[in-house]
């Protein structure tokens, strides 16, 4: 054996050289090893920081979102009203943080500035140590219409993190929204046609113009051709739906294009109870030239304004038996009245005007025309002078004509069928009245 090959097999008892290797080349393994396993551990830390902290985003940003979908669900119950909106959300959503982190009481919001709103109508809430912004009324992504049926809650949370920080990440904000709307139409009901079948049930023609501001049309027929405008008529509303079709001839316009195959919305007021004949006073019909005032009570026979009478109605219940109508240069005032048409129609002819604000508190608050159910006389209104009606006109079995100019304000218009023809232009600001219902099916999240 060889001095080369006895120097290859020795070992040392310390096992610092091997089969002849060199001392130089295992320490170098050995200091190689060290570093591997430093970086190693190194790497794992980094991996279980992450992992814990990103848990914890994790987690609140779930509990953010069961708080804010939670809220928005509560303040669409509350829409259109946007003050009580915001009040329910934001109590709804003290309540879950309250319970939460097991608060004796749920914090109070406490009004803030906000550092980023979505909109002019955004209110910002501090609750506990979360920033809460609340909008309503409220337009998502690609919808130009902000609706008051809408509702956006968006919660944003500073998180403190723990490992991460030996990376140069103390906190991280975390945040989470919601939109929610109340159920049915986005906007408040202007016109229902409540009609399930027949065609033409909401007909323009001619130069008519009919607009619902800040609220939606409503046409239940299941017809092709349910609504129908010809000519050069416009129709204009915040949103249009019909469970039928719709058709236009003509320069018709017809804005926005109607939502077609909807659900038929039930009759909003089909709970309304007709008023009670007990305690009132009975009048006659009669016929009026000169001034004169009328007092609530039931009217047997026609109520006919002629010439240039001037008649004012005291507030009250007018029980209709026979009719009303106002022709000539008539005028016919009143404040607080509901006019119940239980026989015959209303009309207004030539000249004659109608100024009419509806009671505002009781059972018809709201409400300043509604015929019975039993009563399919039409509603019709021609004469040339502007209508400036106040409240809701309930028609649940009769046409309503309109062949004059027309301004309704804070109301709502329900009814069997709908012609407006000829030159008028008819206005509705529309509000719902306290009687209303059926308009919605509850609230729904939207995504």
């Not at 994790?58 to 669900?73: E, G, S």
């Not at 955004?122 to 130009?144: F, K, L």
């Not at 400036?388 to 028609?395: A, E, I, K």
């Not at 804070?410 to 407006?420: L, Y």
Request: charged share 10%.
């Amino acid at each position: 054996m060889t001095d080369v090959t006895q120097r290859r097999r020795a070992t040392r008892q310390d096992g610092s050289a091997l089969e002849g290797c060199p001392m130089p080349f295992i320490a170098y393994r050995r200091g190689s090893t060290v570093v591997f396993v430093s970086l190693s551990l190194f790497v794992l830390l980094g991996a279980a920081a992450f992992a814990v902290d990103w848990g914890l985003i994790t987690f609140t940003k779930h509990q953010l979102q069961n708080f804010v979908d939670a809220a928005a669900l509560a303040g669409a119950q509350e829409l259109p009203d946007a003050n009580n909106a915001r009040q329910k959300a934001t109590e709804n959503y003290a309540r879950n943080y309250a319970n939460n982190f097991n608060l004796a009481s749920p914090p109070t919001p406490q009004p803030i500035s906000c550092t980023d709103p979505i909109s002019s109508a955004t209110v910002c809430y501090r609750i506990g140590t979360d920033e809460v912004q609340v909008t309503t009324p409220y337009a998502p992504s690609g919808d130009p219409t902000p609706s008051p049926n809408r509702i956006h809650v968006r919660a944003c949370r500073q998180v403190n993190l723990f490992f991460a920080r030996l990376l140069g990440m103390a906190s991280r904000r975390v945040c989470a929204e919601a939109a929610a709307r109340k159920g049915g139409a986005r906007f408040p009901r202007g016109l229902v046609v409540l009609d399930g079948s027949g065609s033409h049930a909401l007909f323009l023609q001619g130069n008519a113009r009919f607009t619902v501001i800040n609220g939606s049309i409503i046409v239940d027929s299941n017809a092709p051709d349910a609504i129908f405008a010809q000519g050069s008529a416009t129709l204009n509303a915040s949103e249009i739906l019909v469970t039928g079709n719709f058709r236009t001839q003509g320069n018709a316009l017809i804005t926005p294009t109607p939502q077609t195959g909807q659900p038929p919305v039930p009759d909003p007021l089909a709970n309304l109870p007709p008023p009670s004949t007990t305690g009132l006073p009975v009048f006659p019909g009669r016929t009026i030239h000169g001034d004169a005032t009328l007092y609530p009570g039931v009217y047997t026979g026609l109520v006919k304004l002629q010439g240039n009478s001037f008649v004012t109605m005291q507030p009250g219940t007018y029980i209709f038996q026979g009719g009303l109508l106002v022709s000539g240069n008539s005028q016919l005032m009143g404040n607080g009245v509901m006019l119940y048409v239980e026989g015959g129609r209303i009309e207004v002819q030539g000249n004659g005007q109608m100024r009419l604000t509806p009671p505002t508190s009781g059972t018809y608050a709201g409400i300043t025309i509604f015929y019975a159910r039993t009563n399919s006389n039409p509603l019709w209104l021609s004469g040339n002078a502007v209508q400036n009606l106040q409240g809701t006109v309930y028609l649940p079995r009769s046409l309503l004509h309109l062949q004059g100019n027309a301004n309704l304000t804070q109301g709502m218009i329900v009814t069997w069928r709908a012609e407006i023809i000829g030159n008028p232009t008819v206005t509705i600001q529309a509000q719902e009245p306290p009687a209303a219902t059926g308009g919605d099916t509850g609230s729904a999240l939207e995504g």
